[in-house]
């Protein structure tokens, strides 16, 4: 059993305009709050089972405000199972993702895996019984490239960003120069790696890192780690790039010595899941997504 470890909220961004929370109540239970003068969003909402947590996170730092969006930056159990409680507990509040999640929220078989995923954390953090809300999952706006969501003052430009999911999207505020990313890009695994996390598109993901290189940013929300600032940004987006070609050619390499797809699973698993990667995400998920990312990489390989 993991040691129990509640998070209070925990501020890492805040000037004149917005403010940023790390409000997830458990590592790996990813969930970020946005607060400027006029609106709150929450960006990703974490685990079902610590979602009563967050959401006291969240009212401590709302102060009697409302919480006005919930934007999910893809449909994974880390990211989007607290919605629920939120829509059943903030009044009016709007969930937003990407046309893909509504449509992976509206099939039996994903939530049964999402309730799966999530009863296996639970019982890693030592709790046996919570709410299971994930048959309430709905989405109350669609958005995709292009749209934007006014905060008052500070706009989040929707960015798609297929390649972890197909439903992965992201947001640019150009007031901040901030870019808040999602896990296509890959997630911070220490100083020189980054995970790669390109489960449905190796090619795309590459596209979305190689799309941020070009943008002026000065910001970067990082899923799992929080706000990375001025040269951090680059030095990440470099990383990013580089593990996820690294991943590419050992995957495609080992194919290629005639290693088997659990060869090849093992392999990738000793070079990327580190300590750090072991603080974020399960060891049951990493290997989840290693069966379905190590296949696609070789059928994209063939299909080139
Ligand atoms: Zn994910």
């Known amino acids: 059993m993991k040691q129990i470890r509640k998070i209070e909220a925990q501020g890492n961004y805040r000037d004149n305009q917005l403010k940023i929370v790390n409000v997830g109540a458990f590592m790996g239970s990813d969930a970020y709050l946005l607060i400027t003068k006029e609106k709150a969003a929450l960006i990703d909402s974490g ?7 967050m959401i006291e996170n969240i009212e401590k730092e709302l102060n009697g405000r409302n919480l006005d969006y919930v934007l999910l930056t893809h449909s994974h159990y880390d990211h989007a199972s607290g919605s629920p409680y939120c829509k059943a507990h903030f009044l009016g509040v709007k969930i937003i993702a990407g046309v893909y999640a509504e449509k992976i929220f509206a099939k ?9 995923m999530n009863e296996s954390v639970a019982k890693d953090y030592g709790v046996n019984s919570y709410e299971d809300r994930l048959n309430e999952l709905s989405v109350d706006q669609v958005v995709g490239e292009g749209d934007v969501i006014d905060m008052g003052g500070v706009t989040l430009e929707v960015i798609e960003a297929p390649g972890h999911t ?34 449905v598109g190796y090619e795309m993901s590459l596209r979305f890192i190689k799309r941020a290189q070009t943008m002026d940013i000065e910001k970067i929300l990082v899923p799992h780690y929080g706000v990375m600032i001025a040269d951090q940004c680059k030095s990440f987006l470099k990383n990013a790039l580089r593990s996820n070609e690294s991943l590419y050619k050992l995957i495609i390499n080992d194919a290629k010595e005639g290693k088997t797809t659990e060869g090849i699973i093992d392999h990738y698993k000793s070079v990327f899941y580190n300590a750090e990667m072991k603080k974020i995400q399960p060891e049951q998920a990493f290997e989840l997504n290693a069966k379905y990312l190590v296949p696609m990489v070789l059928k994209e390989a063939q299909e080139k």
């Open 47 to 53: 685990f079902s089972f610590c979602a009563g947590q």
């Open 108 to 116: 039996p078989s994903a939530l049964a895996i999402m309730a799966e």
């Open 166 to 199: 197909k439903c992965s999207i992201a947001f640019y505020i150009p007031e901040e120069k901030m870019l808040i990313s999602c896990e296509t890009m890959g997630v911070y695994a220490g100083e020189d790696l980054v995970a790669p996390c390109f489960l």
